[in-house]
């Protein structure tokens, strides 16, 4: 029954992250704050630090050409961009400590990352015109914060599937 808990998660994200956008712009302080919501992504990681980084590649580059078709119509740059992020947090965890802070803290850099290169590019492809210190205060600090607040409340859920899926699995293999 995990075994199908994991991919089914990763869709509910997939749906969830575009119902959580409807509340976005939000005003604060007279100033309008974009919150996008990046829940797919921070799961993806999660997959890719406890359980499998080549799963978690797999699963970013299905998710990832999703949401290149039917969110932005460029093909090809979610599709790149999830799994590589996959791959980085993968990478890392072969140097650092699992912990569940520790994690948390890579996840949420890799979203600063993800949205820092995303900005780059529709900026390359004059796709958007704002300014790098007005993405900082009006998108990237607000998403960082939506973000980090999803993951204090869902972060050990996460990490609990997964962990599930793993001893699952060995247990599978012993058998």
């Not at 992504?41 to 630090?49: G, K, T």
Request: charged residues 10%; hydrophobic residues 60%.
């Amino acid at each position: 029954m995990v075994r199908f808990l994991i991919p089914l998660v990763a869709v509910v994200l997939f749906f969830l992250e575009t119902e959580f956008a409807l509340f976005s712009p939000i005003k604060w302080n007279g100033e309008l704050a974009y919150l996008v919501p990046r829940f797919l992504i921070l799961y993806l990681i999660f997959l890719s630090i406890y359980y499998n980084r080549k799963r978690a590649m797999l699963y970013g580059l299905i998710f990832g050409l999703l949401y290149d078709i039917f969110y932005i119509d460029i093909i090809g740059l979610y599709s790149f961009l999830y799994p590589f992020i996959c791959f980085i947090a993968g990478s890392t965890v072969k140097y650092i400590h699992q912990h569940l802070f520790v994690t948390t803290t890579l996840s949420l850099l890799l979203v600063a990352l993800l949205e820092i290169i995303l900005h780059q590019f529709f900026l390359l492809i004059s796709f958007t015109t704002i300014p790098f210190s007005e993405f900082l205060n009006q998108r990237l600090i607000p998403t960082m914060i939506a973000n980090s607040i999803f993951l204090i409340m869902l972060g050990w859920t996460f990490r609990y599937l997964i962990q599930a899926r793993v001893l699952q699995k060995a247990n599978q293999s012993i058998l």
